[in-house]
């Protein structure tokens, strides 16, 4: 069976979220990735090169210069009925477009699946992934988002797929771009970091946060937050790690402050290695943690910073 892969990017590179979502789609069949974008031929090519990848698809329209779920869902629709699989990354932007090409295909969406069992049936975590639920379903399109911490990323590199250029889809009128603000950092985004430390309510103000921050620079990590330390204002909301955040699964995962509500360990307990520092010995973060360090996180923080610097 066909499969299409709406790939995320930033008009010149693939993000890592649409790899892991192709080693998904390739259990289903032969996969076909939708690059939509303005002036996005440098990230078509990119994707031709992913393997496992058989077509690309190029929507390079003014209408997709900042694609809104709006926009894009027709133009999903309209490719329903060559592609009975309809894949994204369980993302911000995935989560925001797939419902609305579900709902406008009249069918239901299987969201965040973390395996594929058969080509109608899938695993998706539930109870903030405290439960896994298995999902068969009768649908004759599926519309489906992958949590990419549950599969591996495809090879960036090796595959040689076809491009072809597509026309833009009418748009519905619906939404405008009007503008965004963005949060830069030249450190790792949270969703790709091999390396993450986040703090929590522990830290008690936002200006502690720069001990996680000189740490983070150190070990070229990025830096992560609880919902409570975000609820508390200590840092932006995207710097949050859980159910409401982001889902991280970084080969070094290192939770300071952070007591490990289920909120919390829904979105990083798939980390390879899980650090904690707690001065709370019954904190539940040390029920899943690899390593933990019971022990008063401003004693902890600055000895760790020093013993680096060795």
Known sequence: MSVLVVAEHDNSEIKAATLTTITAAQELGA???????????????????????????????????????????????GLASDYPNLLAPATTSGKNLMPRVAALLDVAQISEITSVESPDTFVRPIYAGNA??????????KVITVRGTAFEAAPAEGGSAVLEDIPAAADPGL????????????????????IIISGGRGMQSGDNFS?????????????????????????????????????VAPELYIAVGISGA???LAGMKDSKVIVAINKDEEAPIFQVADYGLVEDLFKALPDFSAELDK
């Open 175 to 194: 939404s405008s771009f009007v503008g965004a603000e963005l949060t830069k950092s030249e450190r790792p985004e949270l969703t790709s970091a091999g």
């Open 31 to 77: 996969v076909t990735v939708l690059v939509a974008g303005c002036n996005c031929r440098t990230s078509a090519e990119a994707a031709a090169k992913i393997s496992g990848v058989d077509k690309v698809l190029v929507a390079d329209d003014e209408a997709y210069d900042h694609p809104l779920a709006e926009s894009l869902a027709p133009l999903l629709v």
């Open 262 to 264: 289920i909120q919390h």
């Open 132 to 141: 896994m639920e298995t999902v068969q379903t009768s649908d004759a399109i």
């Open 211 to 247: 001990m996680i921050e000189e740490i983070a620079d150190k070990l070229g990590a990025a830096v992560g937050a609880s919902r409570a330390a975000v609820d508390a204002g200590f840092v932006p909301n995207d710097y949050q790690v859980g159910q409401t955040g982001k889902v």
